[in-house]
């Protein structure tokens, strides 16, 4: 397999892609290998209801790992589900699992988690790997530089039944983030400002490779989160080449390579970077000293701005469909042309989800809260992204600063990222939230999401309203 | 999977840009574990009021849209979660063909799986399908895969490009599994392969 990395020069991505093609189609599509198959309660029952009907067995239990996620409680969760369809769905997940004979982490087992929070910790996602799970924000694991995405749930049968994908070879895309970030600045903000510039269909039918400065800088909970949103832009997949501080992460972790294999490991994970002179089919270049914490204002990430701006005047826009979008964005937010961002007030905040639930967004939020309380008129909750993450925290007494400022502090899941639960916004709420998706309705109907990183969020929770993290820490 | 050949019938325009598919079937209906009924939820929000009544403004609540079969919408259709749901729901509801300039990539992959044709084209003929479909006298369409073509109600024709393979695989309503299971062989060849070269990870039996 090492052979293919000796001939022309090949981005990160190629190198990847090149060693997990089982066989390459007459028709251009690939046979592809898939060397970790994450599944959770919402999109595997189908698949395994297919395999049942075919008489089929699930290939490589080995590379299969399920958890319960999306549709679970985030409180009381000792107490069972309360809601009789996420309960019948989570059961069938146990079941599809015990049939099958693959390892599951249950509920109340302090690995569960977040599906792409628990995948790094139980170090499945490794570097130069293959990861799919039925979920889009798969493109986390990219932080590792695992080739990982997200499928639907008929690809998630064809993983089970082969332990392959059939897949049309994306095109390579390196987004450059020059400069140093400035205190404050985070994955999160930085990832807005490229979705702001891209837009959500940049990377349509791209692989994205983030270099630079600013990206060796953040660690790996922030390159998850950069990552993490590279599906917002359109792209399956994001990458980022490992070095020394994924090899950190990773080292003793569950699944991560023993002693007999580490150094052979490392010095493999080593290679997985893009030759020079390699090709990439489109280059974006960004400036990171000069960036702001950013805010979303509309109902789609690319509807951005620095909390140092404005909302934005529709009439400022030429193209039709645009406009409109960005006309009935606002209507539906509640927001007026020109409308400062910093004094957009909120009475919702949530700190949570796939983007931003890991120990560092919690340290963050609770350097924040330190001292202070949350303004009148807004509840605040904070959920840790898995089980390991609650107790890291709750070791440190994360949970102690949050809750004292007034946010709840709750049980491991998606939770208000995708409201499945009774997490969910009131019509007309608005929320700020370190979750991935602004869309009409997401966190509940006729609810009102800002998205924006942990300090900011828990900032707005104190004043109101947002604030600039800058000022407000100094 | 569902052949595909020939579509014929009422085309509705949703004229809106990036489409995502939490719009598509939002998240109360992705908890239970059955298909069915799910077209009853597509398009949700934009569909009934907060009391569950239809929204008499919605073109999908309209004479002749209720039966629509076509849909003609704005660019970057089905972005956002993974959720196959929005594929069933429309096979639910009953259309089985997307227009629009462009898809995306999971999204399209998940309709190639259930015999729904996604046809991107131009702004342009776009625009002209979409002023089409918002008209009762002209909305009227005919989809035909094998020759790959939209026939309008005035009977002139839109050509549109498709992959070779997954246009036979629509076409015969082909089950992938079953293909890739008969290359069983070549997947056993790249498990000893990489066994030898990269033996951590194959978690179960070598760590």
Not at chain 2, 178 to 200: G, R
């Amino acid at each position: 397999m090492d052979d293919v990395y000796k001939s022309t020069p090949k981005t990160l991505f190629d190198k990847i892609w090149d060693s997990h093609v089982v066989l390459e189609n007459d028709d251009g599509t690939s046979l592809i290998y898939i060397d970790m198959h994450l599944t959770h309660e919402v999109t595997s029952w189908t698949g395994f209801e297919y395999l049942r009907d075919t008489g089929k067995l699930v290939r490589r239990t080995d590379k299969t790992l399920a958890v319960p996620d999306h549709s679970i409680p985030t409180i009381n969760q000792a107490e069972g589900i309360n809601d009789p369809i996420a309960r019948e769905q989570v059961e069938a997940l146990i079941k599809n699992t015990e049939d099958f004979k693959i390892p599951y982490i249950p509920l109340l087992d302090i690995r569960q988690g977040i599906v792409h929070v628990i995948g790094p910790e139980q170090g499945v996602t490794q570097p130069g790997s293959t990861l799919v799970c039925g979920d889009s924000h798969t493109a986390t694991h990219g932080a590792f530089g695992c080739l990982a995405f997200g499928i639907g749930s008929s690809e998630v049968g064809h993983v089970l039944a082969t332990q392959t994908l059939i897949q049309r070879r994306p095109k390579n895309m390196k987004i450059e983030i020059h400069g140093k970030a400035g205190a404050g600045i985070t994955g999160k903000d930085i990832i807005l400002s490229v979705i702001g510039q891209i837009g959500t269909a940049g990377g349509t039918g791209h692989v994205i490779e983030y270099v630079g400065q600013s990206i060796n800088d953040l660690s790996m909970e922030g390159r998850m989160t950069l990552c993490n949103m590279t599906i917002e832009g359109g792209a399956r997949a994001g990458l980022i080449a490992p070095d020394e501080k994924t090899f950190e992460y990773l080292k003793n972790k569950n699944y991560a390579p023993n002693s007999d294999h580490w150094e052979k490991a490392k010095d493999f994970w080593k290679s997985l970077r893009t030759d020079e002179g390699a090709k990439y089919d489109k280059i974006v270049s960004l400036d990171a000293k000069n960036l702001a914490p950013q805010v979303t204002w509309g109902t789609s990430p690319e509807n951005v701005a620095p909390v140092t701006g404005h909302v934005p005047d529709p009439n400022q826009i030429e193209n039709n469909q645009e406009r409109n979008s960005v006309s009935e964005a606002l209507e539906y937010m509640d927001l007026k042309p020109g409308h400062p961002i910093n004094e957009i007030g909120i009475s919702r905040v949530f700190i949570g989800s796939c983007t931003n639930s890991r120990i560092e967004d919690i340290r963050a939020a609770a350097e924040v809260a330190q001292g202070q309380k949350i303004a009148n008129g807004v509840s605040a909750m904070v959920v840790p992204g898995s089980g390991l993450v609650k107790k890291q925290a709750e070791k440190e007494g994360l949970d102690k600063i949050l809750k004292e400022a007034g946010f709840e502090w709750r049980e491991p899941g998606c939770s208000m990222c995708i409201a499945m639960n009774d997490d969910r916004l009131a019509p007309g709420e608005r929320c700020a939230s370190t979750s991935n998706r602004n869309f009409k309705g997401r966190q509940g109907r006729g609810g009102r999401t800002h998205l924006v990183s942990p300090a900011m969020a828990a900032a707005a929770a104190i004043k109101g309203h947002f604030v600039d993290i800058r000022d407000f820490m100094a | 999977m569902k052949k595909f050949t020939q579509l014929k019938g009422t085309a509705a325009a949703i004229d809106k840009i990036n489409i995502d598919t939490d719009q598509i079937i939002p998240k109360q209906y992705l908890t239970a574990i059955t298909k069915a009924g799910l077209g009853k939820g597509l398009f949700h929000d934009f569909r009934y009021d907060m009391n569950d009544d239809e929204l008499p403004d919605f073109v999908l609540n309209q004479d002749p849209w209720k039966n629509a079969k076509i849909l003609v919408s704005g660019e970057n259709f089905g972005c956002g979660s993974s959720r196959e749901h929005a594929p069933w729901s429309l096979n639910d509801f009953g259309i089985r063909c997307v227009i629009a300039p462009s898809f995306a990539d999971i999204f399209f992959n998940n309709c190639s799986k259930n015999g729904i044709l996604l046809i991107a084209l131009s702004e342009k003929d776009v625009n002209v399908l979409m002023n089409d479909a918002k008209h009762p006298a002209t909305c009227s369409m005919i989809v035909d895969l094998l020759d790959q073509t939209v026939t309008r109600s005035n009977s002139s024709t839109i050509q549109f490009t498709i992959d070779a393979s997954l246009k036979y695989r629509l076409l015969n309503g082909l089950d992938d599994i079953e293909l890739t299971l008969l290359q069983s062989d070549h997947i056993k060849v790249f498990e000893e392969k990489q066994k030898l070269s990269h033996p951590w990870l194959y978690y179960g039996e070598s760590n």
